[in-house]
């Protein structure tokens, strides 16, 4: 579950990023939009937080289109810390949290 996948320090990074808007163009889409379906489309849920109405409609305006294997593993590469790209279902990933954090 991503909880305010937008928000945070990186907030700019994600609209304003060249490569996330350049994706976005060839759907018709923003960024922000290009970023949200990635995740949707990894099976990880989404909670972005917004208190504008343009955006929360934006928000939700991401399932009528899909991106393709290049452009899931274009974004991937952008990813910088690890974030969104944990696979939780990873036994030595879930044995890390419960002796780290349990």
Known sequence: MAWGPLGGQGVEGI???????????????????????WLTQRGIVAIPK?????RMAQNIDIFDFTLTDDDMAQIAKMN???TGTINFND????????????
């Open 15 to 37: 609209v304003k990023s060249e490569e996330l808007t350049a994706i976005g163009t060839k759907y018709n889409k923003s960024a922000a939009q290009v970023a949200l379906r």
């Open 50 to 54: 917004s208190t504008h109405k343009e």
């Open 80 to 82: 910088q810390h690890d």
């Open 91 to 102: 036994p030595q990933f879930v044995k890390y949290l419960i002796e780290n954090y349990g």
